[in-house]
Structure formats: structure tokens, C-alpha cells
């Protein structure tokens, strides 16, 4: 059975290229264009994701995604108008598990989809409630290094590199998030959880181990770049 996608996106050409675009990886694809319409079909419909504009005539994604929070748990994937830190905490604040940033490329949005997914999957076969399994052998490749999903391997030059659970979490959370600056405290509160006690140094320790694993030259990192003020970004 296809996994079930609903798309609430008021305008009519984003919401088709949307819809085109999930149909051809595959899913089954539902599309509506305002909140109460949003709410209706995931009631209905059951969706495994939902892909959420904020912006919205009525009532707009923040309120859907609150509503519906306190009714289930399908992966929410927010669509924010601006890169603006506001709208990125508020939609974490009332439940989306993730947020893409206008414009963004249909293989950015692709990405995200699959990783949502997979970690839901990962949820509900750790909860006992499926036993859907990953589809052989799903890889996501950055040149030389290669981070082999179902096995949880990564290989750089084909020759397998050991990595502790969490470097291999934080290496697949970042790269799920290519090219996209990604603060200490988003990292910390996705990888480690909401009720990890620790700080952001925490971050800093775990991209140092992993770039003396991963990079040519782990003083000048070229994968996981420093951002100035911000955190860390996943170049590939
Ligand atoms: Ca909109």
C-alpha cells in the first residue's frame, strides 16, 4: 500500500506541482487549499504525512497543526513563507516535525517527505504497531561517503567507518537537512530529544568526532561546516 500524503496549499500551481511531484515518487496524494478542508481530510483520510503552508485563508497552519496534534501523531511538514526563525519555533511550538522554507527545489522537499516517513516508520515498528519494513538498501550518497539506511552503515571510499549511535543519529539528521543551517538547539532538541540534560557543547563534541571520521582534513571541514553565530551545515 502507498503511504498516504495530504498537501493543504491554498495556492493552485504550488499545490499541483505538489501533488505531481509526491504522485511520481509514488504516494498516494490528497490535495486541499484551506485549514478547515485540512482538518476534514485528515480525519478522513488518515494520512502518514501532511504537508502544511502556513499561510492559509481562514485558519491557517499553525492552528490546523494544533488542532491536530491533539488528535494524532502523522508527521507534520511545514511550508513557511520566509526564513524566519519566528514561524520555524512556532511551528515546532504547536507539533510539526519538520519545516521547509519557500521557494524550495521538489528534490528538497522529496528528501524531507522520505526522511518523515522513515522516521515515522521507525516509530511505529519500535511501538509494535507495523511490521513494515525499509524498502532494500535505501542510501543517501554524497560523493565518496555513502550512509546506508537500512543496514545504519556509512562508508566513505567504500571502507566502512564506525560510528558511536548517536554520531551516526546527528551525521543522518544533518543530512536529511543538506545544505540547510541548522542551529545547535534545533540539533540538540531533534537528535538528543526535548528532555535531554546537557548543552549545545554537547553538538560541538559530536560534529568534532564525526568530522575526524568523515573529513579529508578535519581542521578544514568541507562536509560539516561551521556556520558563524548559528551552528552547522551539511555540505555533502
Ligand atoms: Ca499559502
Redesign the pocket.
Known amino acids: 500500500m502507498p503511504e498516504k500524503i495530504l498537501v493543504v496549499?491554498?495556492?493552485l500551481s504550488l499545490q499541483e506541482t505538489l501533488a505531481y511531484n509526491l504522485k511520481k515518487e509514488g504516494y498516494d496524494v490528497e490535495t486541499v487549499g484551506d485549514g478547515h478542508s485540512a482538518l476534514e481530510a485528515a480525519r478522513k483520510g488518515k494520512p502518514d504525512l501532511i504537508v502544511l503552508?502556513i499561510?492559509?485563508p481562514e485558519m491557517d497552519g499553525f492552528e490546523v497543526a494544533r488542532i491536530l496534534r491533539k488528535e494524532t501523531s502523522t508527521a507534520i511538514l511545514m511550508l513557511t513563507a520566509r526564513d524566519d526563525e519566528i514561524d520555524r519555533v512556532v511551528g515546532l511550538e504547536v507539533g510539526a516535525d519538520d519545516y521547509l522554507t519557500k521557494p524550495f527545489s521538489m528534490r528538497e522537499l522529496i528528501a524531507r517527505v522520505k526522511a518523515q516517513l522513515r522516521r515515522a516508520r521507525y516509530i511505529r515498528e519500535e511501538a509494535g504497531m507495523a511490521s513494515v519494513s525499509l524498502p532494500a538498501h535505501e542510501k543517501l550518497t554524497f560523493g565518496n561517503l555513502v550512509i546506508d539506511l537500512t543496514r545504519r552503515e556509512v562508508t566513505l571510499n567504500a571502507e566502512p567507518v564506525q560510528l558511536k549511535p548517536k554520531e551516526y543519529e546527528l551525521l543522518l539528521f544533518l543530512a536529511e537537512h543538506h545544505r540547510q543551517m541548522l542551529s545547535r538547539g534545533f540539533i540538540l532538541e531533534r537528535v538528543w530529544g526535548w528532555d535531554f540534560i546537557g548543552d549545545s557543547r554537547t553538538v560541538d563534541v559530536h560534529v568534532r568526532w564525526l568530522r575526524q571520521k568523515i573529513e579529508t582534513s578535519p581542521g578544514e571541514p568541507k562536509r560539516i561546516v561551521t556556520v558563524r553565530g548559528g551552528g552547522y551545515r551539511f555540505e555533502g
Open positions: 496549499e491554498d495556492e503552508d499561510m492559509l
